[in-house]
């Protein structure tokens, strides 16, 4: 199975990262395709969605919501920490609510 690369804004990063994910095999579903008679287009298309939708950004691993609406930083360790914790799961500070 092949992987794509693809530069694109990362919502967690706040930044343009590049994204990995699955690879489409277009000349595969071209073949098939024809040998079908176009009834192998709308699989090929569904393919293509589900593989864009699975791409990762690079830098952070993330594809989720941003991460100022679910971690707030650490005021010592600058870590990213969930919002409802308590303490930073890095260096054990307590966090004010």
């Not at 991460?67 to 303490?87: F, G, Y």
Request: with cysteine; net charge positive; charged share 15%.
């Amino acid at each position: 199975m092949s992987s794509q690369q693809v530069m694109k804004y990362c919502r967690r990063c706040a930044n343009s990262t590049i994204h990995v994910g699955p690879g489409t095999s277009h000349v595969l579903h071209f073949l098939l395709s024809l040998v079908t008679v176009g009834i192998w287009l709308p699989i090929w298309f569904l393919v293509h969605i589900s593989n864009a939708s699975q791409m990762k950004c690079g830098q952070c691993g993330g594809r989720g919501p941003r991460a100022s609406e679910t971690h707030v930083r650490c005021p010592d360790c600058k870590e990213l920490v969930l919002a409802e914790a308590n303490k930073c799961k890095h260096c054990g500070t307590k966090l004010v609510v």
